[in-house]
């Protein structure tokens, strides 16, 4: 298998988990009062959970930065 | 310092900067060294996403319900991750095809069809005509609300006031003749505007400081940090409700969900961001920093949205203020005057940015793909013996951006009120929502046809346009609000915002299921019920396999006509102009190894296809198309013929992978044969051997029966004659020994012996052969010992056989005995699962290199020169072959002068 569509079949995985973690019913899961580091608990979720997707986008798209 | 005059000259100040931006950048990719080639002015430039909308309305959003501003930039990111995936691919179609616009491509990809490139033109202008209402709105309002400065009143409150109606105006004029300057300025056959990006990729940035800037100051400034700030908004009962939003909200989780979906088609599908991700994208390894960085953009610009909607209802708790001005009216409100007017210019910088790009990449459709088919088609004009028509284009360009904005300012008259910004937003994104099923489905599925694909673009937009606009035009006043009470006529089931009865989601809900059925519902069946065309097929072909083909003139092969190189290049000068024309022939002729224009070119398909492709980024793929055919004779391919020339391609590649697969397999054949013909070889060998040794073995035995037989003719009185006739008598017997044994291998060897496997008793085959052989014991004085025990388990072998193997290996043992003084043993014994026989004699022994020799054919211990050969040398290869065919070992344990004992095994029990 070629490397392109190696990293094409991370991306796609890798979009899947994005739709699951922004998705019913973990966002439910966190969508409870309280907070996390000051921030209420759903939104410092919503951006941890979103910078890691990030982060891994940035480790599957260009390794070599 | 926030008066009138201060602000307008900023304003302008800084409008001018960015066209000075522009104008180096541009200058900079003409001397060949453009600034704008990286992948950080790239990602920046993708976030011509962000505009006024983020800039003022997502805090608007967070403030009524807290979490809905999130999924237009987590769609997005979601979508990068896959553009991996599509948009590479995307990315290297448009560049082999030169594509100029999202018009282009879809009207490319089916058949280059001039009426589908129509029709995306009218809804994408239609349907971004509420987004540019957005940002005149976002501009004006901020304007209007800086320059009352230090009173914060809301622009619907200042009241009736006729310079308030003509800033909306005013900005659209200006924005118009600011596009022109940076969009128009000259005509790029690839459609690039480095000067245009580097200026975007800039406002990217102010924007981005700006936000960050009033959010740090409000979070640390006026309050002390998150904890604070949260906590504090946590006591307010309505803020709190706001921390877990998604409870008990009727339809939240789906609208979270749609909105999400609708921001993933937005980033690949407005106009605006395919412009910059696709038609001004120089180098497609951009794409690798920008899969990544843009959506840390997007995630670093949302990071103050909540603090800002959550301070300002704090700050002002009254609800005077409307939530889409906190940016702004925050740090007012602290007397924060450059924050201010810092935030006034981000907030520009948002709304400008998105208006230049997205109204120039609307101009170019609306020029290549609305205006120009139409032109060219109407005789009466001869657009055809016009000799240079980039004037032409050029106007179209600039009075089609003049329209656009005009348009924009008439919907923000019209409608624009009624809605906060994102609610405006979102309905141009259903709007370009609907071009997902075509673009998509044309670049994975070879089945969709140009009539589906108009099929479901109407459908979806006449859907959108019944859900979303009407609904908007008629809250403003502009239609009878009875339509949306009742339905059209009274008929409840057509009501736009419950069609067909369905209740319970938010408007854009419901408009996106509805028209994305209809669309793509329209599109699959249409495409499936109605064969495509010539052109369509190869279109087809030439998009979904794009990383199949290689070189760029996937096109070349399926054309097929005559022309003349002075007609094509007039043609081509006629819309580039004569400088553009003549690099492009010489850049031709230099790739074919000749000179343009002293050499005559060969009007061939390829120079056809090059024209056409040169000519495609200035009008668009179907004008070219146009074009060209009224130049050059083309004999029409049927579809059968395209099909052939597909068929032809794709027949090659299995072909080719069949060979390599074939030579593969060859080589493998080649290997085994070596080896084959190696073996045969030593068979050969061996069988040489044989019959050599053979025959020296009859001949012995011969030679001697001979001599004397001859003796005995010339005399046949001679004394010794008894003595000569036993001599001539045992060496018969032996001839007869050796021939029948010689027999006896090759019917074995050659799998042709005849075994009768039955249940055999080895303790009577031992006394069987020792009463056969007492003659010969009794002769030579041999003493015998035999063990056996009572009672053996049978085994499974033939019997005849194995009374050879017995007899063989005592006659052995009796042949190398010293007379007189020899001695058998001879043991049977039972072990696991085999019989095993012993034949233990006391003669010289056999020393260890021979034992492994003397089971072969013909071999014998001993010098075969000196000593009389005392037996075939096949006797002990027999026997073994023997015990082996039955499942059993032979062997021979010795040492020199200690006798030898030949012993093997046969498997009990294995025949019953």
């Known amino acids: 298998m070629s490397d392109s569509e190696t990293r094409g079949q991370r991306f796609v995985a890798l979009c899947m988990l994005g739709i699951v973690l922004f998705n019913y019913p973990v966002l439910a899961l966190f969508n409870v009062p309280g907070t996390l580091f000051g921030i209420p608990v759903l939104y410092a979720y919503i951006f941890i959970a979103w910078a890691a997707l990030i982060g891994m986008m940035a480790l599957i798209a260009d390794p070599d930065r | 310092m926030l008066h009138g005059p201060v602000i307008i000259f900023t304003s302008f100040a800084y409008l001018g900067l960015l066209f000075a931006i522009a104008y180096y950048a541009d200058q900079r990719a003409d001397a060949g060294r453009p600034v704008i080639n990286n992948a950080y002015v790239y990602s920046l430039s993708l976030a011509v996403y962000v505009t006024a909308w983020t800039f003022y309305g997502s805090v608007g959003r967070a403030a009524s319900d807290g979490i809905g501003f999130l999924p237009i930039y987590i769609g997005p990111t979601l979508m990068i991750a896959l553009w991996w995936v599509v948009m590479r691919k995307i990315l290297r179609i448009s560049k082999q095809n030169r594509i100029t616009s999202l018009a282009d491509f879809i009207a490319s990809r089916y058949g280059k069809s001039a009426l589908l490139g129509g029709i995306v033109t009218v809804i994408a202008v239609v349907g971004i005509l509420p987004y540019i209402s957005l940002q005149l709105k976002a501009i004006s309002s901020s304007f209007s609300i800086v320059v009352q400065y230090p009173e914060i009143i809301m622009p619907g409150k200042v009241g009736p006031q006729p310079m308030r109606e003509d800033t909306a105006l005013w900005v659209a004029l200006i924005l118009a003749a600011f596009t022109i300057a940076f969009g128009t300025r000259h005509l790029d056959a690839a459609e690039h505007h480095q000067g245009m990006v580097a200026a975007i990729a800039f406002e990217s940035l102010v924007k981005l400081l700006a936000f960050l800037a009033v959010g740090a100051f409000v979070t640390f400034g006026i309050y002390h940090g998150f904890g604070d700030l949260f906590s504090r908004a946590a006591a307010e009962p309505k803020l709190h409700a706001l921390m877990t939003p998604l409870e008990g909200v009727a339809g939240g989780y789906a609208s979270w969900v749609w909105l999400t979906i609708l921001s993933m088609m937005a980033i690949m599908f407005l106009p605006r961001q395919f412009q910059v991700t696709v038609i001004e994208n120089l180098d497609e390894k951009h794409l690798n920093k920008a899969i990544w960085l843009f959506p840390l953009y997007m995630l670093a610009i949302n990071m103050f949205v909540l603090p800002l909607a959550f301070g300002g209802v704090l700050h002002f708790p009254d609800g005077g203020v409307d939530a889409d001005t906190f940016v702004l009216t925050l740090p007012m409100a602290e007397k924060q005057e450059l924050l201010a007017l810092l935030v006034f210019i981000g907030g520009l910088s948002a709304a400008t940015g998105m208006v230049i790009v997205e109204t120039i990449a609307l101009s170019t459709m609306v020029c290549n793909d609305l205006v120009m088919p139409v032109l060219l088609r109407l005789r009466a004009l001869r657009l055809n013996e016009r000799p240079d028509l980039t004037g032409l284009l050029l106007g179209i360009r600039r009075g089609a951006i003049v329209l656009i904005l005009l348009l924009g300012y008439l919907y923000f008259k019209l409608a624009g009120e009624a809605y906060a910004l994102v609610s405006i937003g979102l309905i141009s994104f259903a709007a370009v929502a609907q071009f997902a099923p075509v673009v998509l489905g044309g670049i994975f599925w070879k089945g969709g046809t140009r009539r589906g694909a108009m099929a479901g673009l109407v459908a979806g937009f006449a859907v959108w346009f019944y859900t979303l606009l009407l609904p908007a035009l008629a809250r403003s006043g502009w239609l009878p609000t009875g339509l949306l009470e009742h339905g059209p006529w009274g008929v409840e089931l057509l009501k736009p915002l419950q069609l067909f009865g369905l209740t319970g989601l938010d408007q854009i809900t419901h408009a996106m299921i509805w028209s994305m059925v209809a669309n793509i519902g329209a599109y699959v069946a249409v495409s499936l019920s109605v064969s495509p065309s010539a052109d369509e097929h190869r279109q087809a072909s030439l ?162 029966i001979r001599a004397l037989t001859e003796i005995l003719l010339e005399d046949p009185e001679i004394e010794q004659r008894k003595k000569f006739l036993g001599i001539i008598t045992k060496e018969s017997e032996r001839l007869t020994r050796l021939i029948n044994q010689v027999l006896d291998l090759s019917k074995i060897e050659s799998g042709k012996a005849e075994w009768q496997a039955t249940s055999v008793d080895m303790a009577m085959v031992i006394s069987d052969t020792v009463a056969a052989m007492s003659q010969v014991f009794q002769e030579r004085h041999i003493e015998v010992d035999v063990r056996v025990p009572d009672r053996v388990s049978p085994v499974a072998a033939d019997v005849d056989r194995i009374i050879q193997v017995m007899l063989n290996l005592l006659s052995n043992a009796a042949k190398f005995c010293e007379s007189g003084k020899g001695r058998i043993e001879i043991a049977l014994s039972e072990q696991a699962r085999s019989l095993r026989v012993d034949v233990r004699d006391n003669g010289p022994g056999i020393d260890p290199e021979d034992q492994a020799i003397i089971f072969d054919k013909f071999r014998q211990v001993g010098d075969t020169l000196t000593d009389k050969p005392h037996g075939s040398g096949l006797g002990l290869h027999i026997s073994r072959k023997i015990v082996e065919h039955f499942g059993g070992r032979l062997w021979v344990e010795s040492s020199r002068g200690r006798g030898a004992c030949f012993s093997f095994t046969l498997p009990t029990g294995a025949g019953t």
Do not use: C
């Not at chain 2, 030593?682 to 051997?689: G, P, S, V, Y």
């Open chain 2, 543 to 704: 998009f979904v396999d794009v990383f199949k083909q290689s070189g760029e003139s996937g096109d070349a092969r399926f054309w097929r006509g005559t022309a003349s190189a002075p007609d094509l290049y007039n043609l081509l000068a006629r819309f580039l102009g004569v400088s553009a024309a003549d690099g492009a022939f010489r850049e031709y002729a230099a790739a074919k190894g000749q000179r343009w224009p002293d050499d005559g070119l060969a009007a061939d398909a390829e120079l056809v296809h090059q024209v056409e492709v040169q000519l495609a980024g200035a009008i668009g793929a179907a004008s070219a198309r146009v074009m060209v055919a009224s130049v050059v004779k083309e004999e029409a391919l049927k579809i059968d013929e395209v099909r052939e020339i597909l068929d032809e391609a794709s027949q090659v590649v299995v072909y080719s992978h069949r060979l390599e697969q074939q030579s593969r397999e060859l080589e493998a054949a080649t290997a085994e044969l070596r080896a084959a013909n190696e073996r045969l070889k030593e068979l050969d060998r061996m069988k040489d051997d044989f019959v050599s040794t053979v025959t020296h073995e009859l001949r012995t035995p011969l030679t001697s």
